[in-house]
């Protein structure tokens, strides 16, 4: 088997100045199942009249997954859905053929910290109706030492209530103390491994925030040790077999898909009006003129 494969996330900006690390996509590796775009945003300490703002903008082809660690969120969305998103919580957002959405601190010059990730929808999927669905409360046990909360798919006995359309599996593990555990894998599913607070020690490989640690295929079982309070989010899936385009907020199959949703969005078709409420002004995309986009797996 060979070895985990680490892979250092990139620093960048969401809305107006929130920094957040990406570690997928990434040159090394594209997707980790149907997870295609994880960022890590925060921990940061806004400054006063400062917070996360980012104005209206349509997604295609995905779900947007909200997981919240410090800080409240509002969403607002062109199916009228207006929803805070507090510590420990999910919002997952199915955007299918097409959905708009906005997200503000509920207060500026507090603490935000998220995980924003994306999961592709199989073909099958990638058409359907837009949704929206928060989810307070989500499975916890006690994996030895530490507190284990299935976000996704099914893990440790327990199912998560997400709403996915893939084989995929979402586990954060956070400790206050040293912990040690053993985790059970699904020997079908790759795996991505993000520490979000703290340093952990991976089978073996000591991980901290700003990097990925990713594994293939046919393991079994995952070591995961801290030894004092840190946080892991583990991410699986089975290797997603669709070739697909990432570009902007969009996922699709073709480069004319890309250019109706943008046409659609500068029109104002197809993804509706989402409900007032943020200051921040609407994303334009940028240009697609000229760029051959590249598919993706
Ligand atoms: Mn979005």
């Known amino acids: 088997m060979n070895p985990p494969q680490r892979i250092a996330s990139r620093a960048a900006i969401v809305g107006e100045d929130t920094p957040i690390t990406r570690a997928l996509p990434s040159r090394e590796r594209r997707m980790v199942g149907a997870w295609c775009f994880l960022d ?49 919580q999910v919002n997952l957002m199915t955007a299918g053929r097409g959905i708009a959405h906005t997200e503000d601190s509920v207060q500026d010059g507090e603490r935000l910290h998220a995980a ?13 109706e837009p949704g929206f669905c928060n ?9 030895d030492g530490f507190r ?5 798919g099914t893990a440790l006995g327990q199912t998560a209530p997400t709403q996915v359309y893939s084989p995929l599996v979402g ?12 985790l059970p894998l699904d020997g079908s599913f790759e795996y991505g491994a993000l520490v979000l607070r703290g340093e952990a020690v991976i089978e073996g490989e000591l991980v901290r925030p700003g990097e990925l640690l990713y594994f293939e295929p046919g393991r079994h079982e995952l070591s995961v040790q801290a030894d004092g309070p840190a946080q892991v989010l583990l991410l699986g ?4 077999g669709e070739e697909i385009l990432l570009w902007w907020n969009f996922v699709a199959r ?4 890309m250019e109706a949703a943008v046409a659609d969005w500068e029109a104002g078709r197809r993804f509706g009006t989402v409900r007032a409420g943020t200051q921040a002004a609407p994303l334009q995309p940028p240009s697609l003129a000229g760029v051959q986009l590249r598919s993706h797996r």
């Not at 349509?58 to 062109?78: C, K, N, Y």
């Not at 924003?116 to 359907?128: K, M, S, Y």
């Not at 989810?135 to 994996?143: H, I, R, S």
């Open 171 to 182: 586990i954060d593990l956070t400790s206050e103390h040293s912990a040690h555990t053993t």
């Open 237 to 240: 899936g089975q290797p997603f």
């Open 116 to 128: 924003q990730l994306w999961i592709a929808l199989p073909d099958a999927e990638r058409h359907r």
């Open 135 to 143: 989810y307070p409360e989500l499975p916890q046990l006690n994996a």
């Open 254 to 257: 073709t480069q004319a898909e």
């Open 40 to 88: 890590h945003a925060g921990p940061v300490q806004f400054k006063p009249g400062a917070g996360l703002h980012v104005g209206a903008h349509p997604h295609i082809g995905l779900q947007t997954f909200t997981w919240m660690i410090e800080g409240e969120v509002t969403h607002r969305d062109s199916l009228g859905y207006e929803q805070v998103i507090k510590p420990g």
């Open 148 to 152: 284990a909360t299935v976000i996704a």
